[in-house]
C-alpha cells in the first residue's frame, strides 16, 4: 500500500538553530500538508501545498516556517531558527483531489529543540 | 478556538464489548467528518467518514452516527478487539475550505482482553 515517508525520525537540535524535516508524499497525490502535535495536545494544521504554492496556511506558520518541493518529490518543511516551542511531532500528509477528502499521513518526525 | 473537541480523554472496555467515542464541533459550516486512529510512533491511520448529508455510515465492525443538530458525531467499535486499542481522533473539514482538517485532541482507547 502507498505510504508517506517522513525524514527524520526524530532530530535533536539546538535553539536558534535551521532545521529541514523531509517528506516523500504518495506519488500520485497533488496537495500536501505539514501538521504538528505538540506533546499531549491535538493534532494543528500549518500548512497546505498545491501545485508549487502554498495554498492556505495557519497563524502558526510565521515567517520562520517555510516550504518546498524541489524536484517533485520531496516535499519539505523547514524551520529557520527553532525555538524551545517547536518541539512536537511533525507530521507530513497528502491528498489526491481537492475538498473533503481522505488524507494520508507519515509516521511523523520527533524534533527536540533543546 | 476549538472547533473540534473530544471531551474524553481516555476510555476503557472489555474485549467484545462496544466501544463508543464522541465528538462534538462548534462550526456548522463543517462539511465532512472523519475518524482517525493512532498507535505510538506513527502516524494518524484513517478509519472511517461521513458526509454531512448523511447521518449514518458503516464499515465492517466500524459505525460512525452523526447529529447534525446537535453538533454531535461519535465512533463505535462493536465487537472491540485488544488491537483496536489507539488514540482515535476525530477531524473535521470545512465547506469551501482547502482540504485542511481540523482535529481534536484525541481519545485513548484501551481495550481489556
Known amino acids: 500500500e502507498p505510504e508517506v515517508t517522513q525524514t527524520p525520525s526524530h532530530q535533536v537540535t539546538q535553539m536558534g538553530q535551521e532545521v529541514i524535516l523531509r517528506c516523500v508524499p504518495i506519488?500520485?497525490?497533488?496537495?500536501f500538508y505539514w501538521y504538528r502535535q505538540i506533546l499531549g495536545q491535538k493534532v494543528e494544521f500549518l500548512v497546505s501545498?498545491?501545485?508549487?504554492?502554498?495554498?492556505?496556511k495557519s497563524e502558526i506558520f510565521d515567517d520562520q516556517f517555510s516550504v518546498e518541493r524541489p524536484d517533485g518529490s520531496n516535499f519539505t518543511l523547514k524551520i529557520r531558527s527553532t525555538k524551545l516551542e517547536d518541539s512536537a511531532m511533525y507530521f507530513c500528509?497528502?491528498?489526491?483531489?481537492?475538498?473533503?477528502?481522505?488524507?494520508?499521513f507519515g509516521a511523523g518526525s520527533r524534533l527536540t529543540v533543546l | 478556538d476549538q472547533q473540534v473537541k473530544q471531551n474524553s480523554p481516555s476510555l476503557s472496555v472489555q474485549e467484545g464489548r462496544i466501544s463508543i467515542l464522541n465528538c462534538d464541533y462548534t462550526?456548522?459550516?463543517?462539511?465532512?467528518f472523519l475518524w482517525y486512529k493512532k498507535y505510538p510512533a506513527e502516524g494518524p491511520t484513517f478509519l472511517i467518514s461521513?458526509?454531512?448529508?448523511?447521518d449514518k455510515n458503516e464499515d465492517g465492525r466500524f459505525t460512525v452516527f452523526l447529529n447534525k443538530s446537535a453538533k454531535h458525531l461519535s465512533l463505535h467499535i462493536v465487537p472491540s478487539q485488544p488491537g483496536d486499542s489507539a488514540v482515535y481522533f476525530c477531524?473535521?473539514?470545512?465547506?469551501?475550505?482547502?482540504?485542511?482538517?481540523?482535529f481534536g485532541t484525541g481519545t485513548l482507547l484501551a481495550v481489556q482482553p
Open positions: 500528509a497528502s491528498g489526491q483531489v481537492s475538498g473533503a477528502n481522505v488524507l494520508t
Open positions: 506519488s500520485n497525490h497533488l496537495y
Open positions: 501545498f498545491y501545485n508549487n504554492e502554498i495554498s492556505e
Open positions: 462550526n456548522s459550516m463543517f462539511d465532512y
Open positions: 461521513i458526509s454531512s448529508i448523511k
Open positions: 477531524a473535521a473539514h470545512r465547506r469551501g475550505a482547502t482540504n485542511k482538517l481540523i
